[in-house]
């Protein structure tokens, strides 16, 4: 195990709080649009259902999910909906650490207990300032290179599933999260949350 390895795990036991950009981490960062209705546009968004479960395994593991990011989209506020996420912010990029670290105090939460993934510049300063700094495989290189972990996957296919697995692991806590998941699913969704 390298020491990088080592760091990981330290700093994911604190983790509870996982900050998520949307347009190149819970999607592929391309925006379709399209002719709608009257002539007017309308962009479409693609999000991986793995992410999904992933949220879900998060929360029932005590690190909630929010949502930063800089573009404005109803897509992102529907599907932060359908997963349970109740922070969902679109702001301006140099809003974003003032935004998060407002989240934090409202949780009384340190930076060192605030999670990033993250793919692009304007997330640089909040990367910076978090305790765990993530990038997607294809983020830039100056994002890749604050980053603490990186994943292989490339942004919007199923990321944050692997970045909550990595968490999890980390936490000794994947496999008894699987467990209770599965068995949810197995009892039609009575007993324990996923």
Request: glycine share 10%.
């Amino acid at each position: 195990m390298s020491d990088r390895d080592d760091v990981f795990r330290r700093i994911a036991r604190r983790i509870r709080l996982l900050v998520l950009d949307a347009d190149g981490v819970l999607t592929d960062g391309g925006i379709y649009v399209a002719d709608g209705v009257g002539g007017e546009p309308f962009q479409l968004r693609r999000f991986h259902v793995r992410d999904g479960v992933a949220v879900h395994l998060l929360r029932a593991a005590g690190v909630e999910s929010a949502v930063v990011s800089g573009r404005s989209s109803a897509a992102v506020r529907e599907r932060a909906r359908e997963l349970g996420i109740e922070e969902v912010h679109q702001v301006r990029p140099w809003d974003k650490v003032s935004v998060v670290r407002g989240m934090a105090e409202k949780r009384d939460l340190r930076w060192n207990e605030v999670a990033c993934l993250a793919d692009d510049l304007p997330d640089l300063a909040l990367l910076e300032h978090v305790g765990l700094p993530a990038a997607v495989a294809d983020a830039a290189l100056e994002v890749r290179e604050v980053a603490l972990w990186c994943s292989e996957r490339r942004g919007g296919d199923g990321v944050v599933r692997e970045f909550a697995e990595a968490l999890l692991r980390a936490r000794g806590q994947w496999e008894e999260r699987v467990a209770a998941y599965v068995a949810r699913t197995r009892a039609g969704g009575e007993g324990e949350g996923p």
